[in-house]
């Protein structure tokens, strides 16, 4: 796109390349006849060819193009000079030439050649004293230096006195600012006078190297006297370089006076000055058109610059400080304002120029054209995306010589629309050729172009989660199907998902499993097409929603109707959030009460009780206690949410029978008075047959109340503890679950066996401390390597373990599996491995989890011939799950503990592989024994 004025900028760009063309081409071109190798339909001038192109690429810059002179003769005009007579500013012509009309021809060496003519003259130069350089003694100096001033008449002056003959200063001279000029004469004049007779006065002149002899000066009146220096000033140096100083004669009388007041040097000279000033004009030159050069084909040019200037009307105008050889081209659209058209041809330096000049002009003339319309657009927005409106805007082209008839549009994309303002929206990004074509009312047509870069519109990225609230191990739905992609198509989707899963897919939509509770950053990046992409984020909150009841307790097991039972029920927040439930306690199926737990914090335990008034109830009947927890929204796992205590036994309000079981054991140490008391009292109270019972228990008491050291552990397992085994010892609070660990350790130890033993119930010194008492040497055995411990006890307590193994994370079951895998491999041999007890884990971690763990590493230390004991607490495990894990061991012990007097007992419930006795058998805690069994 062009404006207005820049056409003729490039045609003069074309006319330097032609120039070019020509210059190296001479021989060729004038060889040529002028109607040769060109259209009928385009004129030539000079020794020019038609290329290629069209009439408008005389304008506009593209790939083809016309040498310069080629025009089409409908629009274009050459117009050679038609005189040299012009003399429009009244001056007469300076130089010579031969004859600018003849120059019809464009550039065929045929040259009219210009040289300067000598315009100089005459000219008488006084140059007076302008300087005191140095001051003597024996003189009056009158006035203001420097004394011998331009005046002529004693004002500023010097005079000789007392008959002394000493001289006065060395006066300088004005420069002349002469170089050039011919030297004809220089004079000294001097302006002096004297008071008495016989006086002189020397004068000496300095000519820029030396001192001459004295010029004399005897006059008697005031006046000038002269003396010819030529030959001593031969040169302008010398004359800027010369001085004089004065003396007086000393032949003179003492009362004489000389005097001086001015000093000057004339220089008579020749001024040579050539110059060029040559006025040419076209008489009829075509002044309609809209645009119009000046072409000066060059020849041989003289070293000093020849300008051009065009007369405006009422003064000269440069146009060209130089002509250069070849040609020189120049826009006077301005000044071709009329027919009568004037330049003239003048020298560079017009002044002082003692050197001639002259330069051959092979061809003058004056190119003038119509103008073709301005093609120009502009569009909105500068930076559009796919599917939004571009608005084209040409209202900015022109016709310099009328006006625009057609606009015509080409997106690029393959539509077209006409119109001087369009809209357009480009369905694909890419970069398009825009072209706009305007035709005036003369029929000429222009284009212009501008590349347009429409950008891709990026993917938008969304997506939604089901359900609402996230639980762990739980399949999620991600659902990028709101995800698009404005001008294409969606083609991949990554997920991450936070927990460090990164999924990449096709599909919009994609399911995920969380293991791990907390807030998770979940991303979605998708990619469109053409590679753009697009991310968005959602921060969610994967929680845990479980409810749990411990256990119920109740504060008899057997009751007569109208008692009150209390039932205690813990209940847990073993989720994640914050969570209100209710927690109902029934009676078989028949409800006791409600209670609502409101707020309970994640981790949070609260104790409710409940009464149970009997009253009414049916005698004489087993009542289950079950204790329940309601679900809480998001809760998968509702197994825990119930708890079954077992049986109370409800009796009639009759009197129960004396229970004589209590007592029995202390009946065999009394004496037979003390009998007798109690069988009297028995008759009184008609109970001889329970008496007689009774004394027959007593005998089977004394008779069974033989004491058995641990070695008869191996009776009742039939064998003992075999390798490969696992073993689940299960036991209410005080029931001796872990004395049972310590002894088994004990036993495996002295039988030559190594042993780990994980401590969550306690320290490990606690555990040494106490088998310490009992006599057991356990410290040889550390020494030997033969037991080492694992402590997770410590880190619950919050204080750092001695111990070599410990566990940091004691409720991490990964922790602990690594730890036990660790200290296992340090054994040469297979030991046998106690965990006491998992109760801890089940308070802290999923039940499910704990159960999983156990079976998992039992399994493990199984495979490598290895023995698992683990103890666990009765009441703190579902009834489902307890009964998993007895399923999954090999062997289980269980432990009991009556109320009230402490009595033990024990019986072995499974044994793979063997046949055993499942009778309970009682055991006592000896102090420096350990268990002892009474058979």
């Not at 003189?139 to 001033?149: C, N, T």
């Not at 500068?382 to 625009?404: H, L």
Request: glycine residues 6%; hydrophobic residues 35%; charged residues 20%.
């Amino acid at each position: 796109m062009f404006r207005r004025g820049k056409a003729s900028s490039l045609l003069t760009v074309l006319l330097a390349i032609f120039s070019m063309q020509l210059l190296l081409s001479i021989e060729i071109a004038t060889s040529q006849t002028l109607d040769s190798n060109h259209r009928a339909d385009y004129s030539l001038f000079g020794a020019t060819t038609y290329v290629s192109g069209i009439l408008t690429d005389l304008q506009f810059d593209n790939s083809s193009y016309i040498s310069f002179g080629s025009s089409y003769a409908g629009t274009d005009d050459l117009d050679f000079v038609d005189n040299n007579e012009s003399d429009v500013d009244s001056s007469p012509d300076r130089g010579s030439h031969s004859n600018f009309a003849a120059q019809q021809y464009g550039p065929d060496g045929n040259c009219d050649t210009l040289t300067e003519v000598n315009t100089g003259s005459n000219g008488t130069l006084d140059l007076y004293v302008d300087a005191l350089d140095n001051v003597r003694t024996g003189w009056d100096r009158l006035g203001g230096s420097p004394y011998l001033d331009t005046q002529n008449h004693p004002i500023d002056h010097v005079r000789l006195r007392d008959d002394r003959a000493e001289d006065i200063g060395d006066f300088s001279f004005q420069n002349s600012e002469k170089s050039l000029e011919t030297i004809n004469s220089v004079v000294l004049r001097l302006y002096a006078w004297k008071e008495d007779v016989g006086d002189r006065l020397g004068v000496y002149l300095w000519d820029s190297s030396s001192w001459d002899t004295a010029y004399t000066i005897t006059r008697t009146s005031v006046g000038w006297t002269e003396f010819d220096v030529t030959a001593r000033l031969d040169t302008w140096a010398k004359i800027d370089g010369a001085k004089i100083y004065l003396n007086g004669d000393t032949t003179v009388s003492e009362n004489s006076r000389l005097l001086a007041d001015c000093a000057v040097l004339r220089v008579d000279y020749d001024l040579i000055n050539y110059e060029l000033d040559l006025e040419v004009q076209w008489a009829n030159a075509t002044c309609d058109m809209s645009n119009a050069e000046l072409c000066i084909f060059g020849g041989t040019m003289g070293s000093e610059n020849i300008c051009v200037h065009v007369w405006n009307g009422s003064t000269w105008h440069n146009l060209f400080t130089d002509l250069s050889s070849g040609w020189n081209n120049i826009s006077v659209t301005n000044y071709l304002v009329s027919p009568t058209f004037s330049i003239r041809f003048k020298g560079g330096t017009e002044t002082g120029d003692t050197s001639q000049d002259s330069w051959e002009i092979d061809c003058t003339l004056l190119h003038t054209w119509v103008v073709p319309p301005i093609a120009n657009f502009s569009y909105i927005p500068k930076s559009p995306y796919t599917g939004e409106t571009v608005t084209f805007n040409a209202s900015d082209s022109y016709d310099p010589d009328g006006y625009i008839v057609d606009y015509c549009w080409n997106f690029g994309d393959g539509t077209n629309a006409t119109g001087v303002t369009v809209s357009h929206a480009y369905s694909e990004d890419g970069s398009y050729t825009v072209n706009l074509t305007v035709t005036d009312d003369e029929g000429s047509s222009v284009v212009a172009s501008d590349v347009l870069t429409i950008l891709n519109r990026a993917p938008v990225a969304s997506f939604v989660i089901l359900p609402q609230q996230l639980t762990t191990d739980d399949m999620i739905i991600f659902n990028a199907t709101d995800s698009y992609d404005p001008d294409g198509t969606i083609v991949n989707y990554t997920w991450n998902f936070g927990d460090g899963n990164i999924t990449t897919t096709s599909s919009s939509v994609v399911t995920h499993i969380y293991h791990e509770y907390g807030d998770l950053n979940v991303t979605l990046t998708v990619i469109d097409n053409d590679g753009y992409d697009d991310s968005t984020s959602q921060v969610i909150n994967v929680h845990v929603y479980d409810v749990a009841i411990l256990n119920a307790t109740v504060s008899q097991a057997e009751v007569h109707v109208g008692q009150v039972v209390n039932i205690t029920v813990a209940a847990r927040n073993k989720g994640t959030t914050t969570e209100s439930f209710n927690v109902t306690v029934f009676r078989n199926e028949t409800l006791i009460g409600t209670q609502l737990i409101s707020d309970l914090a994640p981790d949070a335990e609260m104790i409710l009780n409940f009464y149970w008034n009997t009253t009414g109830v049916t005698p004489n009947v087993r009542y289950t206690i079950k204790a329940e927890a309601s679900a809480v929204p998001g809760e998968t796992d509702i197994v825990d949410n119930t708890y079954t205590y077992g049986i109370v036994k409800v009796k009639s309000q009759d009197p129960p029978p004396f229970d004589w079981g209590p007592i029995i054991p202390y009946l065999a140490t009394v004496s037979s008075a003390v009998v007798a008391v109690i069988v009297a009292i028995a008759v009184k109270k008609e109970l001889l047959g329970l008496l007689l019972g009774a004394l027959g228990g007593l005998s089977w008491w004394k008779k069974r109340k033989k004491r058995k050291g641990f070695e008869f552990f191996d009776e009742m397992t039939n064998g003992g503890i075999p390798d490969s085994f696992s073993v689940l010892i299960s036991g209410e609070p005080g029931s001796g679950k872990s004395m049972l660990c310590q002894q088994l350790t004990h036993m495996f130890l002295v039988r030559g066996n190594s042993c780990i033993y994980i401590t969550y119930d306690s320290f490990p010194d606690e555990v040494r401390e106490n088998m310490e008492k009992l006599h057991w040497n356990i410290s040889k055995y550390e020494n030997e390597g033969k037991l080492m411990f694992i402590d997770s006890f410590s880190s619950i307590a919050k204080v750092t373990s001695k111990e070599k193994y410990s566990v940091d994370q004691p409720f991490s079951l990964s922790d602990l599996g690594i730890t036990m895998s660790q200290a296992t491999n340090e054994r040469a041999d297979v030991p046998k491995v106690f965990l006491d007890s998992i109760v801890p884990l089940l308070t802290h971690v999923a039940p499910a989890k704990v159960v999983e763990f156990l079976q998992k590493r039992s399994a493990r230390i199984k495979g490598v011939e290895g023995t698992f004991i683990f103890s666990i607490g009765k009441d703190t495990i579902e009834l489902n799950l307890m009964s998993r894990l007895e399923e999954v061991v090999d062997c289980v012990i269980e432990l009991e503990v009556s109320k009230g007097k402490t009595v033990r007992r024990m019986h072995i419930k499974k044994m793979r592989g063997r046949k055993i006795s499942s009778k309970w058998i009682r055991f006592e805690i000896d102090s420096k024994k350990g268990i002892v069994f009474l058979v």
